[in-house]
């Protein structure tokens, strides 16, 4: 039984080290006009695979997340893209996006839900599409001296049974992203 004991203390500070460890950077990007170069660090939950240059940038995106094997099919994969920031506010962000969204399903459901990032204002939306296809995209502004916008989105079937659990991993991604300004290696030796 102490040993039983023992094998939970071990596992619950194992875990607590893991869930308290450093956010890593996951993604960065060059200096773009206006815009200094830019790294977003996340704390990745476990079992899922972070990549920024295989398969992200194969389908042209920043970053992806995934659990298992890479399919190649857009279902159960966290997506972040960053820009420039073009549009005068993230609401203008989340309502373009909502705009497009329907004009290609005029017949979606659209939800919006709460999102508490620790460190940046973000809008969630979630897309119920006729095609039986959910979508959770969710926008964020890391502040105006950024000069960046950032959404992560993933995709699951409708009737997924997994679907409340990749709704929770996904939220916890969002809420642990953090903007920073990205200075290359070379940058720290001079």
Known sequence: MQRVILSLVLLAVATLAQASSPDSVLAHGARDGAAPAWAIAVTTPAGWTRDCCTYAQA??????????????????VMVLNVW??????????????????????P?????????????????????????????????CDPGQASGIRL???????HDDPSRRALLDAFMQVVVATHYQRYLPASAHAG
Request: glycine letters at 6%.
């Open 59 to 76: 389908i042209g995106v920043d970053a992806v997340l995934y659990q298992g094997e890479w399919s190649g099919k857009p279902q159960r």
């Open 84 to 105: 420039p920031r073009k549009l005068a506010t993230l609401d203008a962000e989340v309502q373009a996006d909502r705009t497009h969204f329907l004009q290609a399903d």
């Open 107 to 139: 017949a979606a459901r659209v939800t919006g839900i709460a999102v508490h990032p620790r460190d940046m204002p973000c809008a969630a939306t979630v897309y119920e599409g006729t095609d039986h296809v959910d979508d959770v995209v969710v926008f």
């Open 151 to 157: 959404s992560w989105s993933m995709s699951f079937d």
